[in-house]
């Protein structure tokens, strides 16, 4: 039963109204049609995440969301500065979350991969929709033993943007780890479909295809990789678990200065070749 407008917008109309079942107010954000695919993405969104500062969602219609209602009152200003600055040093500086992702990086490339953890969840945290941190964090939890925990995360990305391409790539590298080749293929060639530009993508299919005995299609896709596409033939390699051959090109990417060899070091610790690459990127060659 709705009880009166909240506020109304180019989108469409939030309105406040009592749900008579539960006897409880609830929220209702009406959207207008030609907004249809941003109303599906913000309702999976609103559905897969879990936060304090985000409503929750009690329901779903056609073109409608049920949700927590919060009481409140519009902002007013402005107010006298001594008041503001009164209320501003009030307000803690919390570390951001992007610098909190970047150093969550630094800490899984020199092997302490459980810091790294609690950096980004403390990233996440503050920006639960951060899609590229949320992957990163799968990637940590896949290095400390912890797959089923790293494969939900990814998973989570996916219920909030299908579409994200990057996701696919670690889904089918934590597949390909568990040695489900099907699901690894099955996961790389979405990833690949949705990032052809990506020749890694190319170069972990191409390896998990060759893998497979699809010599064909490791062809066809190897044929896309020029000789300098260092990560792209790395990546072909790590596909088949063959570390000490991906560690040649990862070498020849560190001399290009090529920034995604960080996706790829924690895969790389492994192999007989890790001190030399580690001391290649000034990183302790021995994980803490």
Known sequence: MLVSPVGAGGLGEVWKARDTRVD??????????????????????IAALNHPHICQLYDVGPDYLVMEFVEGTPLKGPVPIADALRLAGQIPQPVPPRIRWLYGQYLSAIGKDRAAIEEVELALHEDPLHLLCRCHLAGYLNAVGKRADAIRQVNQVLEIDERFGIAYWCLA??????????????????AYSLMPWEKSAAGFLGG???????????ESLLAQLAPGMYLAWATYHLARLETDQAADWIGKAIDERDPRVMFVVPYMRTSSRWPALAK????PAAVP
Not at 208 to 217: E, H, I
């Open 24 to 45: 409880r107010i609830v929220a209702i954000k009406w959207l207008k049609a030609e907004y249809a695919e941003r109303f599906k993405r913000e309702t999976r969104a």
């Open 208 to 218: 998990l295809a060759a893998r497979d005995g699809d010599t064909a299609r490791a």
């Open 280 to 283: 290649m990127m000034n990183l």
């Open 173 to 190: 590298m934590f597949q390909a780890l568990e040695g489900t080749l099907g699901e690894a293929r099955a996961s790389a060639e979405r």
